[in-house]
């Protein structure tokens, strides 16, 4: 009774403390009163027929503020993800509807800017923009379904195939949901836009600044090869939702991306299948076949071993690569361990949507700091193989992986930066990224490596033989390049 009474006594206790509840910085909830500003922020272009993203900026039909830009100070991962956080033209007040308000009037494009906005256009780019760090989406209607599904961001414009014409969408129509948390406080919660093209000589100017449309159906068609004259403009609507700011990524989560790569990824699925059911099939055959053979009745009168008794003294002898097979054993730890950590992370919703760049990052910290535990794996197999050269072994663990990648990266951003896409990473980017290695994963590395190596080997569990077995001559075929390049 006296225990029950203790522990009664500590529920109680812990009962009666005060709880509080906190948000993770940088995805606390925004309020807003009537009438208050609402910045409108744009993040980059991105079109699913190529890879490289552009800034908002990079097509002259998006005019530039009268004050001059400002780039939103980044992460690590939304620099690598291409994003370039800027601040627009808009003008966006809580609560308050505008009509046909003018965003740039008769811009005159030369012939190459003309050009550049037209391939654009025949990319199928989307522009993504952020009201209160919530991405803009497009609505449309499932055609076989008549599902209304959403789609992130909106389309810079049209492309006919059949006629090789070309129309911009000179017109948002800006559609923004709120919530009232009270009388006063409102929260942003959705963030729709419905893109049209419109003729420029049917928008006119009114006295006081805003404009209106004529009715028609002429669309604003550019041509690549000469000067255009755009008018750009937009309106904006205001609704209430029942939607709670907690749940305002519901939509953005559930959505059904038409324009995934579908053809990619089925490609990459059957080509996995197809080898991993050759190879089962193989296996499964050679098996069969040494069972068959172990269990025959005059099994006793053969001397020849064959299988895998043929070749289980030789298993475990240490290869000629021995620091190679310590180094590729190690990245691939570190790998795992990375990608296992992140993918745990995501799933309890630690890596929220909101926190732009936030996975990337994280994955790039992981993968730095997991270099001790990647260390200490190497150096211990490399111990169990009867490798003697450790400090070299130990370096090469640490720049082997990361130095390729790095060095394809580097490659491949002159590229990118000879395209003048936002996905180039700036040079000091690179130089944090360098640093990080260096001057983290490096020591990291090498640290683990030393206690690793410093440990008992592993335990083999069969003994290996003292001579090697002759290995027959391959066929042609076999050849490691070769079957390299098969699979």
């Known amino acids: 009774m006296a225990n029950m009474a203790y522990i009664s006594l500590i529920c109680i ?20 009163k009537r009438g208050e500003n609402v ?17 908002y900026y990079d097509v002259a039909v998006h005019c530039k503020p009268i004050n001059g830009t400002k780039y939103k100070s980044e992460n690590l991962g939304e620099i690598l993800r291409g994003d370039r956080i800027v601040n627009t033209k808009f003008k966006v007040s809580m609560d308050v509807d505008i009509r046909c308000q003018p965003l740039c009037k008769d811009i005159t494009l030369n012939p190459q800017e003309s050009s550049t906005l037209g391939k654009r256009i025949r990319k199928n780019y989307y522009v993504h923009l952020l009201v209160d760090n919530l991405p803009c989406a497009t ?28 129309y911009l969408n000179n017109h948002l129509v800006m559609k923004l949901y709120y919530h009232k948390e009270s009388e006063e406080l409102y929260r942003v919660v959705g963030f729709e836009v419905e893109p049209k093209s419109i003729d420029s000589k049917r928008i006119t100017f009114k006295d006081d600044g805003t404009c209106a ?18 008018t750009m403009t937009y309106e904006v609507e205001w609704a209430f939702s029942e939607t709670r700011w907690a749940s ?19 490609n990459s699925v059957i080509v996995v299948f197809f080898l991993a059911g050759i190879l089962s099939m193989i296996i499964v055959k050679t098996l069969r076949r040494d069972i068959a053979r172990y269990n025959q009745e005059d099994s006793d009168d053969v001397t020849e071993e064959t299988g895998w008794k043929l070749v289980h003294g030789d298993v475990f002898r240490p290869p000629r690569g021995k620091n190679f097979l310590a180094a590729l054993i190690g990245s691939g730890i570190q790998i795992f361990l990375m990608s296992f950590i992140v993918i745990v992370f995501a799933a309890l919703g630690m890596l929220s949507p909101s926190s732009r760049g936030a ?8 993968y730095v700091f997991m270099g001790l535990i990647a260390g200490f794996y190497s150096g211990r197999i490399y111990k169990t193989i009867k490798g003697s050269n450790w400090k070299r072994t130990a370096a090469l663990t640490a720049t082997l992986y990361p130095g390729i990648v790095f060095g394809v990266g580097f490659f491949l951003n002159f590229f990118i930066w000879g395209k003048r896409s936002s996905g180039a990473v700036p040079f000091t980017t690179m130089l944090s990224i360098l640093m990080m290695w260096l001057g983290i994963s490096f020591p990291l590395v090498c640290f683990g490596f030393y206690f690793g190596y410093r440990k008992q080997p592993y335990d083999q569990p069969v003994r290996t033989n003292q001579i090697p077995r002759q290995v027959p001559e391959q066929q042609w075929f076999l050849h490691p390049v070769l079957s390299t390049l098969m699979a």
């Not at 159906?217 to 690549?224: D, S």
């Open 13 to 32: 206790i812990f009962c009666m403390q005060p709880i509080t509840t906190f948000y993770i910085p940088g995805v606390a909830p925004l309020d807003f």
């Open 359 to 366: 996975l990337i990052t994280a994955a790039c910290f992981l």
């Open 213 to 230: 449309i004529e009715n028609g159906q002429e669309m604003q068609k550019i041509n690549p090869k000469g000067e255009n004259t755009v």
């Open 39 to 55: 910045e409108v922020k744009a993040v980059k272009m991105t079109s699913t027929k190529t890879q490289l993203p552009y800034d």
């Open 248 to 266: 305002r990524w519901d939509t953005y989560l559930a959505m059904t991306d038409a324009q995934i790569h579908w053809f990619s990824i089925v």
């Open 139 to 166: 609505k449309f209607q499932n055609v076989d379904t008549h599902e209304v599904l959403y789609e992130h961001g909106y389309r810079l414009g049209l492309y006919t195939k059949q006629t090789d014409e070309l």
